[in-house]
């Protein structure tokens, strides 16, 4: 399980991010473009650091949404 952030972009798309993971961005035409695209890339990412030999960050991040 990973934190992903999703937002509208400056250019229309949709651009999602996994913190845990840094440069871990993905983005679609769709929110649910964009929530696939982030799928494979946070897939491919780990799969990188484990072929790699290099430690998979967990994901201990919190998240708190504020009115203000």
């Known amino acids: 399980?990973?934190?992903?952030?999703?937002?509208?972009g400056e250019d229309g798309l949709w651009v999602a991010e996994c913190p845990s993971l840094p440069g871990c961005v993905s983005?679609?035409?769709?929110?649910?473009?964009?929530?696939?695209?982030?799928?494979?890339?946070?897939e491919a990412y780990i799969v990188v650091l484990k072929?790699?030999?290099l430690p998979?960050?967990?994901?201990?991040?919190?998240?708190?949404?504020?009115?203000?």
């Open 1 to 8: 399980m990973r934190q992903v952030l999703i937002h509208p």
């Open 27 to 42: 983005q679609g035409d769709t929110r649910e473009d964009a929530i696939q695209n982030i799928k494979e890339a946070i």
């Open 51 to 53: 072929e790699d030999d």
């Open 56 to 68: 998979v960050p967990e994901d201990n991040r919190d998240a708190l949404l504020l009115a203000v």
